[in-house]
């Protein structure tokens, strides 16, 4: 299932506890700077993502999207790096990255827009400098390093003057580690000593394909060979997955090159709404880590803490009140024009396209029409 004999940042046990190993003394003060505000806002936008994520499920099954991306047990890794990612720093995420989204100011209602088909990432990469998702595996990885070499050229990196510099942060899985695209970003970003931190989020699963299938070496390790250092963190930790993406991404700041995170986690869900993961994993294994929860665990943290049950209820009631929103905004979205997913497939003319569009025409009239 997992190989538990690797090292790995690890600040919070899964029964809640809170240690900090020696070797790991400075991710710990990272934690120690943090204030109760900024512990309740993990749980808070921990909580909210996986409600977000529930109501995403349904809405497909009704029919109001094409597609979900359930990021269910990945909540840890997400919310946790995404709030360490600095002011001016930029990410470059893959396609199930609700989590960091919402920690960078993505409305949540143009993530479901664009699984509707009703626009195409609706949110300004500029202004929450998220950029868009990207389906093609490794694309972003490719595109995230570029952009941390123009950082570098353009003098923003280690000048010392927080409004100036800024770091990339770039999300893929462990089956996108597999790509030839992630290897090439590797050795540019380490040769150019870029501003970049590569977050791998370990969730053991490519659609079917299990991790050992994708690697023979610990992921955290695949840098190596580029001369790009790394480490495992427990994703499901959500407390670790800060302190780690904080130090590396101020690291990568400061000059000091590109860093590889392993997040080890692990999707609960299905890859999509699509799949149907009962066909090729044992429920004995997502049981193993339905036990691992990442939002169950810092509760339990935070209540040790002093945190009281209003907290926690009123979380669960702004849950409540956040899927119900979104339902009814997603309901009064328009329909997409069903021939819209021939657009932009080429810019200019193409027969091949032509037919498709005229053979669909043909079937939806022979069918009494798309509503
Ligand atoms: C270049 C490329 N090859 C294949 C696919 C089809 N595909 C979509 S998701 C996926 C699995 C990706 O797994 P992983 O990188 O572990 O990320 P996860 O979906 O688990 O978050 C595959 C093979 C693709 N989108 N792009």
Redesign the pocket.
Known sequence: MTPATEPMLQLLAPDGSYGVEKEYSRYGEVIDSLGEDQLKTFYRDMARIRRFDQEAIALQRQGQLGLW?PAIGQEAAQIGSGYAVGKNDHIFP???EHGVAITHGVELMSILKMMRGVNHGGWNPEETRFHLYA?????QVLHAVGYAMGVKLDGKVGTGDLDNDLAVISY??????A?GDVSESLLFAAVNEAPIVFFI?N?Q???S?NITS?TKVPLYRRGEGFGVPGLRVDGNDVLACYAATKIHMDEAREGKGPYLLEALTY?IGA?TTSDDPTKYRDEEEVEYWRQRDPIARFEVFLRRQGVEEDFFEEVAVAGDELAKDIREQTFALPKPPLESIFDNVYSDDHPEINAQRAWLRAYEDQMGGHE
Do not use: M, P
């Open positions: 991306v893959s396609y199930r389906i093609v595996l490794g694309s893929f899985g462990d089956g996108a580690t790509e989020q969730n699963w490519a659609i394909s994708q999707r890859h």
